[in-house]
C-alpha cells in the first residue's frame, strides 16, 4: 500500500501550532533556557522564502496555468548571502523574494540544485554580512532526543516548535512524485505548511537537519534531511560556484573527527592534486588534511569551498595542512578556470607533485617555506606548550581586504586553528576560527609574532603579570580575552 506524504510548503490542510510552553514560577525564576538561547542564536540565521508559483494545466483541448502563493524558510550558510533550502520550496517561483531576520528585503536568484536531494542553493545580495548557521552532526543522533525548529508555517515568521528525535534513517516518499528522502530524521516536532528549508536544532543549539515533509493525515510525523547530507550536498553546489570563478587544482572528501581535530567535527583531506595547478605548485599533496584556508576553519566540506569563494584569478591565500602531524601553512595561487580541461590529470596516490613547490608572491613566512624549519618547529611547541593554540598566519593583504573597519587599531592577525585543552588560551577562551591581533602591548600580524611572545618573552610575562590581556576578533567582533599567567 502506497502512503501519502505531503511537502510541507505546498500542503494546504490546517494542522493546528505547538508552541514552547512558557514556564510558571515566580518573577524571580530565570526565564531564560537552553531553547530561548538556541533560538535567539539561530533566528537571525533563517529566512523567509516567497514568490508566486505556476502550476501548468495541460487538458484535451486546451494548456492553462495556475498561481498561488509558495512560502518556506532557508539557512544562512555563508554571510556573502548564499542560503541553502528545499528545492521544492524555490521551484517554479517566478520572483524568489527572501526576507531576512531584520526585515530587510531582497530577491534571490537561484544558483545550483539538487533535485535527487530537494535541495537547493540561492543567493541575495546584501551589503552587510549575514550570519550562517552552525552546523552540528547527524550521524551519531538518538531517538529522544530534544529538538527545535525554526520556520515561517503559514506566513507566521520565525515561529518556534519543539519535540524530540522519533527515529532515524527512514526512507520517506513523496506521493504522486518519484522524489524519496533517504536516511530522513522522523520527529515528532510540529512542522507545517511554510516550514519547509528551515532548521532542526539540537540542544546545543547546533543545526541537525533541515525541515523536509509531513505525513498526511497525521499528528506528530514529520521529517527532516539529515545534516551531514546537507552539508555535502551544499558543498558540492557551491563548489560549481567556486569551479566557475578560479582553478586551484584540489579534489577533497569530509571524513570522521581524528586526532587532528581538536573540535571533533569532520576533517578534509585531499584526495587529490591535478598536475600543473596551483596546488601543485604550491607543494599540496594528496593525503593532507587541510586544517584552514585564509580567514576560515575547515570544520566541513562546505568551509572548503566558502574559502575560496569570491577569489580572483592570480591571488593567492594561505592553505594550512597537516602533513605527518606537522602543522604546515603554503599559498596558494589560484588561476582562471581552464575550460575543456582533463579532469582525470591527478598525481596517482601517494605521489609528489610533478612540479616543485614555489612560494607565492608575498607568501606568508610560514614552517613551509623558511629555512631554518627545525627551529621554528620547536618554536611552535613552545607556542602549543605555553599558550596553547596552533595557528596560522593571515597574509596582510587579506586582512586588510576582510577586516577593513579595524585597520586603524590593527595591521594584522593569526587564525587559530586549535586550542589545547586545559592551556591559558583554553581558560581565556579562545576557540578555533578566532583571529588573535595582539596579546598584551605586541601586534600579532605573523607566526614570527606568535612564536616571539611564546617562546622568547613568556617567561618574563609570567614573573610580571598575572594575566595578560589579548585581542580578539570573532564573527566581526572586537573582543578583549584574559590569559592567566599564574
Same mark, same amino acid.
Given at each position: 500500500?502506497?502512503?501519502?506524504?505531503?511537502?510541507?510548503?505546498?500542503?494546504?490542510?490546517?494542522? /493546528?501550532?505547538? #508552541?514552547?510552553?512558557?514556564?510558571?514560577?515566580?518573577?524571580?525564576?530565570?526565564?531564560?533556557?537552553?531553547?530561548?538561547?538556541?533560538?535567539?542564536?539561530?533566528?537571525?540565521?533563517?529566512?523567509?522564502?516567497?514568490?508566486?508559483?505556476?502550476?501548468?494545466?495541460?487538458? /484535451?483541448?486546451?494548456?492553462?496555468?495556475?498561481?498561488?502563493?509558495?512560502?518556506?524558510?532557508?539557512?544562512?550558510?555563508?554571510?556573502?548571502?548564499?542560503?541553502?533550502?528545499?528545492?521544492?520550496?524555490?521551484?517554479?517561483?517566478?520572483?524568489?523574494?527572501?526576507?531576512?531576520?531584520?526585515?530587510?528585503?531582497?530577491?534571490?536568484?537561484?544558483?545550483?540544485?539538487?533535485?535527487?536531494?530537494?535541495?537547493?542553493?540561492?543567493?541575495?545580495?546584501?551589503?552587510?554580512?549575514?550570519?550562517?548557521?552552525?552546523?552540528?552532526?547527524?550521524?551519531?543522533?538518538?531517538?529522544?532526543?530534544?529538538?527545535?525548529?525554526?520556520?515561517?508555517?503559514?506566513?507566521?515568521?520565525?515561529? #518556534?516548535?519543539?519535540?524530540?528525535?522519533?527515529?532515524?534513517?527512514?526512507?520517506?516518499?513523496?506521493?504522486?512524485?518519484? #522524489?524519496?528522502?533517504?536516511?530522513?530524521?522522523?520527529?515528532?516536532?510540529?512542522?507545517?505548511?511554510?516550514?519547509?528549508?528551515?532548521? #532542526?536544532?539540537?540542544?546545543?543549539?547546533?543545526?541537525?537537519?533541515?525541515?523536509?515533509?509531513?505525513?498526511?493525515?497525521?499528528?506528530?510525523?514529520?521529517?527532516?534531511?539529515?545534516?551531514?547530507?546537507?552539508?555535502?550536498?551544499?558543498?558540492? %553546489?557551491?563548489?560549481?560556484?567556486?569551479?566557475?570563478?578560479?582553478?586551484?587544482?584540489?579534489?577533497?572528501?569530509?571524513?570522521?573527527?581524528?586526532?587532528?581535530?581538536?573540535?571533533?567535527?569532520?576533517?578534509?583531506?585531499?584526495?587529490?592534486?591535478?598536475?600543473?595547478?596551483?596546488?601543485?605548485?604550491?607543494?599540496?599533496?594528496?593525503?593532507?588534511?587541510?586544517?584552514?584556508?585564509?580567514?576560515?576553519?575547515?570544520?566541513?566540506?562546505?568551509?572548503?569551498?566558502?574559502?575560496?569563494?569570491?577569489?580572483?584569478?592570480?591571488?593567492?591565500?594561505?592553505? /594550512?595542512?597537516?602533513?605527518?602531524?606537522? %602543522?604546515?601553512?603554503?599559498?596558494?595561487?589560484?588561476?582562471?578556470?581552464?575550460?575543456?580541461?582533463?579532469?582525470?590529470?591527478?598525481?596517482?596516490?601517494?605521489?609528489?607533485?610533478?612540479?616543485?613547490?614555489?612560494?607565492?608572491?608575498?607568501?606568508?613566512?610560514?614552517?613551509?617555506?623558511?629555512?631554518?624549519?627545525?627551529?621554528?618547529?620547536?618554536?611552535?611547541?613552545?607556542?602549543?606548550?605555553?599558550?596553547?593554540?596552533?595557528?596560522?598566519?593571515?597574509?596582510?593583504?587579506?586582512?586588510?581586504?576582510?577586516?577593513?573597519?579595524?585597520?586603524?587599531?590593527?595591521?594584522?592577525?593569526?587564525?587559530?586553528?586549535?586550542?589545547?585543552?586545559?592551556?591559558?588560551?583554553?581558560?581565556?577562551?579562545?576557540?578555533?576560527?578566532?583571529?588573535?591581533?595582539?596579546?598584551?602591548?605586541?601586534?600579532?600580524?605573523?607566526?614570527?609574532?606568535?612564536?616571539?611572545?611564546?617562546?622568547?618573552?613568556?617567561?618574563?610575562?609570567?614573573?610580571?603579570?598575572?594575566?595578560?590581556?589579548?585581542?580578539?576578533?570573532?564573527?566581526?567582533?572586537?573582543?578583549?580575552?584574559?590569559?592567566?599567567?599564574?
Amino acid at each position: 500500500m502506497m502512503r501519502t506524504f505531503f511537502i510541507t510548503s505546498a500542503s494546504l490542510f490546517i494542522v /493546528s501550532c505547538c #508552541l514552547i510552553s512558557s514556564c510558571m514560577g515566580s518573577s524571580e525564576e530565570p526565564r531564560a533556557n537552553w531553547a530561548t538561547e538556541a533560538y535567539q542564536k539561530n533566528c537571525v540565521s533563517v529566512v523567509f522564502i516567497q514568490g508566486d508559483k505556476v502550476e501548468e494545466r495541460r487538458g /484535451s483541448n486546451t494548456d492553462s496555468e495556475r498561481t498561488f502563493n509558495g512560502m518556506g524558510s532557508g539557512i544562512i550558510i555563508d554571510e556573502r548571502g548564499y542560503i541553502i533550502t528545499n528545492y521544492h520550496v524555490v521551484k517554479d517561483i517566478r520572483r524568489i523574494q527572501v526576507k531576512t531576520h531584520d526585515e530587510q528585503d531582497f530577491v534571490a536568484t537561484l544558483v545550483a540544485k539538487d533535485a535527487d536531494t530537494d535541495l537547493a542553493l540561492i543567493k541575495i545580495n546584501t551589503r552587510a554580512p549575514l550570519r550562517p548557521i552552525t552546523f552540528g552532526r547527524s550521524n551519531d543522533l538518538m531517538p529522544g532526543e530534544v529538538c527545535l525548529a525554526i520556520g515561517n508555517p503559514y506566513g507566521y515568521v520565525y515561529s #518556534l516548535t519543539d519535540g524530540r528525535i522519533s527515529a532515524i534513517n527512514r526512507e520517506v516518499g513523496v506521493d504522486g512524485s518519484s #522524489l524519496v528522502y533517504r536516511a530522513a530524521i522522523q520527529t515528532n516536532t510540529e512542522i507545517n505548511p511554510g516550514n519547509s528549508g528551515g532548521p #532542526l536544532i539540537n540542544i546545543h543549539g547546533e543545526m541537525i537537519g533541515i525541515n523536509v515533509a509531513i505525513r498526511q493525515g497525521a499528528t506528530g510525523i514529520a521529517f527532516a534531511t539529515p545534516v551531514d547530507q546537507v552539508v555535502e550536498v551544499a558543498a558540492r %553546489l557551491l563548489g560549481e560556484v567556486v569551479n566557475q570563478q578560479v582553478a586551484h587544482g584540489i579534489t577533497v572528501s569530509q571524513n570522521e573527527p581524528s586526532d587532528y581535530n581538536a573540535v571533533k567535527r569532520f576533517f578534509i583531506r585531499v584526495e587529490s592534486v591535478e598536475s600543473n595547478s596551483p596546488a601543485a605548485f604550491a607543494g599540496i599533496q594528496r593525503g593532507d588534511i587541510l586544517s584552514g584556508i585564509g580567514k576560515y576553519t575547515l570544520r566541513n566540506k562546505l568551509d572548503f569551498y566558502r574559502a575560496l569563494l569570491d577569489l580572483q584569478p592570480n591571488e593567492d591565500i594561505a592553505f /594550512s595542512l597537516f602533513r605527518n602531524r606537522e %602543522l604546515l601553512d603554503v599559498a596558494v595561487v589560484v588561476t582562471a578556470p581552464r575550460r575543456g580541461a582533463v579532469a582525470n590529470r591527478n598525481v596517482s596516490p601517494g605521489a609528489s607533485p610533478s612540479v616543485s613547490p614555489q612560494p607565492a608572491v608575498a607568501a606568508p613566512r610560514t614552517a613551509s617555506n623558511t629555512a631554518n624549519n627545525s627551529a621554528l618547529a620547536e618554536a611552535d611547541r613552545m607556542v602549543w606548550e605555553n599558550l596553547g593554540i596552533q595557528y596560522a598566519a593571515m597574509p596582510p593583504q587579506e586582512f586588510a581586504k576582510s577586516y577593513q573597519e579595524f585597520l586603524t587599531k590593527f595591521d594584522g592577525a593569526v587564525i587559530v586553528r586549535a586550542v589545547r585543552e586545559g592551556s591559558p588560551a583554553d581558560q581565556a577562551g579562545f576557540t578555533t576560527g578566532d583571529l588573535v591581533v595582539g596579546i598584551g602591548p605586541w601586534g600579532t600580524t605573523s607566526a614570527n609574532d606568535i612564536r616571539w611572545i611564546a617562546a622568547k618573552e613568556w617567561s618574563k610575562i609570567r614573573s610580571e603579570n598575572e594575566k595578560l590581556q589579548a585581542d580578539v576578533i570573532r564573527e566581526g567582533t572586537h573582543y578583549l580575552a584574559e590569559i592567566p599567567m599564574q
